[in-house]
C-alpha cells in the first residue's frame, strides 16, 4: 500500500507490516527541437481544450463540408424565433451522446445564433457561414443555452 508520495521518493507499506522507501527520478525533459504533437485526437478528430474551447482536424472540417450525408448525422437544426419573431438562429436537436456535435460541446436545445460573425437569420445566412469553415484556422460559434450566452471557440488544427 503507498503510505506517503513526497518529491523524490515513495513510502510503500507491505503486507508485513514494513514500510519501504523507493527513490523517484524524475522525467527527463523532452528535446527542445521536437515538434508540438498535434492537439486533436486522431480517433475522432475533436480534442476537448476547455468548457467551450475544442480543437478540431482540418480533415474532419473538410468531410463535412464536402459531404452532406456526413453533415446530416451531427443532429437536426430548425429555425428560432427570437422574441420579437423574427429568426434569430437555429435550435439544434437530435445531438446524441457520442455523436460529434456533443464531442464539440454541443446540446440539444441549444440555439446557435452566429458563426464567425455571420448571424444566422436566414438560409443564406447560415450557407454563408459554413462557407467560411473552408478556410477558417478558428471559428467563433454564438449560441444560447437554457436563455444564456455562450461563445463556443474551434481552432482548426
Not at 8 to 26: C, F, I, K, M, S
Not at 97 to 123: P, Q, Y
Request: hydrophobic share 35%.
Amino acid at each position: 500500500m503507498v503510505v506517503a508520495i513526497a518529491q523524490g521518493q515513495v513510502t510503500l507499506r507491505r503486507a508485513d507490516g514494513r514500510e519501504q522507501l523507493l527513490p523517484v527520478d524524475p522525467p527527463d525533459d523532452p528535446p527542445e527541437s521536437s515538434p508540438p504533437a498535434p492537439r486533436a485526437s486522431r480517433r475522432d478528430g475533436v480534442e476537448r481544450l476547455g468548457t467551450d474551447h475544442v480543437a478540431v482536424d482540418r480533415d474532419l472540417i473538410d468531410r463535412l463540408t464536402n459531404d452532406p450525408s456526413e453533415l446530416a448525422r451531427l443532429g437536426r437544426a430548425r429555425a428560432h424565433r427570437g422574441p420579437g419573431g423574427e429568426v434569430d438562429g437555429y435550435r439544434l436537436s437530435g445531438i446524441g451522446r457520442r455523436s460529434l456535435g456533443r464531442k464539440l460541446g454541443l446540446r440539444s436545445g441549444d440555439v446557435v445564433h452566429a458563426v464567425e460573425g455571420h448571424d444566422l437569420t436566414s438560409m443564406s445566412a447560415a450557407m454563408k457561414a459554413w462557407n467560411a469553415l473552408r478556410d477558417a484556422d478558428a471559428v467563433e460559434v454564438e449560441f444560447s443555452r437554457r436563455g444564456a450566452k455562450r461563445t463556443l471557440t474551434v481552432d482548426i488544427i
